[in-house]
C-alpha cells in the first residue's frame, strides 16, 4: 500500500471523485489527514482516524482497510452460551463469555482479535454500556477494529443481554 504523503502530489492534481478511485489512502489526503497505522506487519490492516473527523469516542477505529488476497471470516452473532449450553444471568458473565466464544472461533481459523476488522455490539439494556466496555477491552486489548454499538429492547431469546457479530481478516 502506497504511504499517503507519496500520494500528496498525485492527488493535489486529481479532482475528489477520481482521488477516491485511488480509495482511502488518496481520501485521507485530499481530506487533509494522514493519520493511517498499520495493525502489524506489511500486507496487514491498517485503521483510520483522520484528523478531519473527530477522535473516536472508545476504543476503535473510524475505518480499517484490508489488503488484497486476505482471508476474511465472518463471525455470526456471538452470545453468551458456554461450551454446554449454559447462560449465565448477570451482564458481564454473558459479556465475558461472548468474548470467549469469539475468541475461540478466531483461534480454530488461525486468527485472532488483532484481525478483527469490524465488530457490532448489541445490548438490551444502555446502562451496561460502560460494564460492557470494561468487558471489551479486556479481550481486544489494543486491537481497535471499526464498531458500532447498538440498544436493542430484546434479542433472539429472553435473558439475553448482549450479542455481538463480527468480521475479521487476515492477509
Not at 504511504?3 to 479532482?15: G, Q, R, S, W
Not at 452473532?77 to 469469539?102: E, H, P, R, Y
Not at 460502560?130 to 430484546?154: E, N
Request: hydrophobic share 45%.
Amino acid at each position: 500500500m502506497t504511504n499517503t504523503t507519496e500520494l500528496a502530489p498525485i492527488v493535489d492534481k486529481m479532482d475528489r471523485r477520481a482521488a477516491l478511485v485511488l480509495g482511502a489512502a488518496a481520501a485521507s489526503v485530499l481530506a487533509g489527514g494522514t493519520d493511517a497505522s498499520s495493525q502489524g506487519a506489511a500486507g496487514a490492516v491498517k485503521s483510520y482516524n483522520p484528523v478531519t473527523v473527530a477522535t473516536p469516542l472508545g476504543p476503535y477505529s473510524h475505518a480499517i482497510e484490508v489488503p488484497p488476497n486476505a482471508r476474511w471470516l465472518y463471525i455470526a452473532g456471538q452470545i453468551g452460551n458456554a461450551l454446554d449450553g449454559s447462560m449465565v444471568a448477570d451482564f458481564d458473565g454473558q459479556a465475558d463469555q461472548t468474548w470467549k466464544n469469539i475468541e475461540a472461533i478466531l483461534a480454530a481459523a488461525g486468527m485472532g482479535v488483532e484481525n478483527l476488522v469490524k465488530c457490532t455490539h448489541y445490548l438490551t439494556r444502555a446502562d451496561d454500556l460502560a460494564a460492557y466496555g470494561k468487558v471489551r477491552s479486556r479481550h481486544l486489548g489494543d486491537a481497535r477494529p471499526a464498531s458500532i454499538f447498538v440498544v436493542v429492547t430484546a434479542l433472539a431469546r429472553p435473558g439475553i443481554l448482549v450479542e455481538v457479530e463480527a468480521v475479521a481478516a487476515k492477509a
